[in-house]
């Protein structure tokens, strides 16, 4: 039950985050790909603060919490193929999943047609690659 | 400074504490599109805690919706129609769960626990977004 509650807590503050910054606007985050237009840097202080916090927290904490530990893997070329796909879809909506889904409360058009379609989406590549965790 | 860049970074600084706090408790890289992926995959054990974390998210950004008319604000880029959304959607979905994360599971988790991988990825997509945008804004002007 504790451990339910800091969960929904954790999603709280990183929706609050979401909207705070500007991120759940999606002109936003098209105006920070847009470099050679109107750019708007913001969304690389959203960065940093994110990093710095978790970071800067991971580096402090992991010892004493036994968090996990480096994720990384080996640089795949589905790796690179999926990050190039995403990279599209997300100039192509401003969206990435975070965001899209912080907007289904507002119900929002764009992310009651955009998080169906990411789901499936999501369906289809588990199913062809298996991917399982 | 630009006000907005002020709300982005103590934004980001929310974003990187929920996604630390959601690290402690459950022991799991809290990346977006890992977290509801993995929720659409029949006979998981551990999907409540994936629910619970994004219901917290949609709370989350509901409430500041609520509280504040800047953090409200939703525009819809030029050109973009519903089958833009649709499509976007799809390609997201499925680019996010082949390569192993989206912004927050490469470029907040995976780069802030210094996974080498997630900093490719990070560059890619974003070098990616950056090409799209430039592209759809040549095409449609």
């Known amino acids: 039950m504790k451990n339910g509650i800091l969960t929904f807590l954790a999603g709280a503050f990183f929706g609050a985050g979401l909207a705070l910054s500007g991120m759940t606007d999606p002109l936003k985050v098209t105006a920070f790909l847009d470099i050679f237009g109107f750019w708007d840097p913001t969304l690389a202080f959203v960065m940093g603060g994110a990093l710095l916090v978790f970071g800067g927290g991971y580096f402090f904490l ?9 994720p990384g893997e080996k640089i795949s070329s589905n790796l690179i ?22 907007n289904l409360g507002a119900l929002r058009t764009e992310a009651l047609i955009f998080v ?3 789901a499936l989406g999501m369906v289809v590549v588990q199913r062809i690659y298996r991917i399982d965790g | 400074m630009n006000p907005d860049y002020l709300h982005g970074f103590l934004g980001g600084c929310l974003i990187g504490g929920g996604s630390l706090l959601a690290l402690i408790v459950t022991g799991k890289i809290p990346g977006i599109s890992g977290v509801f992926g993995r929720l659409l ?7 409540s805690w994936r629910l619970v974390f994004l219901l917290g998210l949609i709370a989350g950004a509901g409430l500041l919706f609520q509280l504040s008319e800047q953090a409200s604000i939703f525009r819809v880029p030029d050109g973009r129609n519903w089958l833009v959304y649709a499509i976007a959607g799809i390609v997201v979905g499925f680019g996010t769960r082949l390569g192993g994360g989206c912004t927050s599971g490469h470029g907040v988790c995976g780069m ?15 070098a990616a977004g950056m090409f799209t945008v430039t592209i759809f804004r040549l095409l449609t002007s």
């Open chain 1, 116 to 118: 169906p379609a990411m």
């Open chain 2, 41 to 47: 995959k029949p006979k998981q054990n551990e999907t």
């Open chain 2, 112 to 126: 802030g626990m210094g996974a080498r991988d997630s900093m490719v990825a990070t560059v890619v997509f974003m």
């Open chain 1, 81 to 102: 193929l999926g990050a190039v796909l995403f990279g599209v879809g997300w100039g192509l909506g401003g969206f990435c999943p975070g965001p899209a889904i912080a």
């Open chain 1, 62 to 70: 992991r010892g004493t919490l036994k968090l996990p530990g480096n």
